[in-house]
Nanobody, 127 residues
Framework: QSQLAESGGGLVQPGGSLRLSCAAS????????IAWFRQAPGKEREGVSC????????TYADSVKDRFTISRDNAKNMVYLQMNRLKPEDTAVYFC????????????????????WGQGTQVTVSS
């Protein structure tokens, strides 16, 4: 059974950093585009970042550009989201998602295009 599992969330002060991890079991992440989404209470799920399976091309939401970095380690079957200079508005549950046919582009990340999902990890940015 193919599964994704997020880790690394927690409570951090504004301006701090966290690194989220997405681990895969049952399939090879290097054959999937992987995206990070987040969902705050009362809001729709928002695409944060995406990394392609083939060329490693990455995309970011405008709200996190220059603060977040997505990366993948195919040898470890892991994808990471390094989050720096965190803001209270970054508070949300963060999910990783994968799909073998998706191609990340600069035109937004639609959660409906992803077939495998993790359970999410809570990130809270507060003083």
């Amino acid at each position: 059974q193919s599964q994704l599992a997020e880790s690394g969330g927690g409570l951090v002060q504004p301006g701090g950093s966290l690194r989220l991890s997405c681990a895969a079991s049952g399939f090879d992440l290097d054959y999937h585009a992987i995206a990070w989404f987040r969902q705050a209470p009362g809001k729709e799920r928002e695409g944060v970042s995406c990394i392609n399976r083939s060329d490693g091309y990455t995309t970011y939401a405008d709200s996190v550009k220059d603060r977040f970095t997505i990366s993948r380690d195919n040898a470890k079957n892991m994808v990471y989201l390094q989050m720096n200079r965190l803001k209270p508005e970054d508070t949300a549950v963060y999910f990783c998602a994968g799909d073998p046919d998706y191609y990340c582009s600069d035109f937004g990340i639609d959660p409906a295009d992803f077939t495998s999902w993790g359970q999410g990890t809570q990130v809270t940015v507060s003083s």
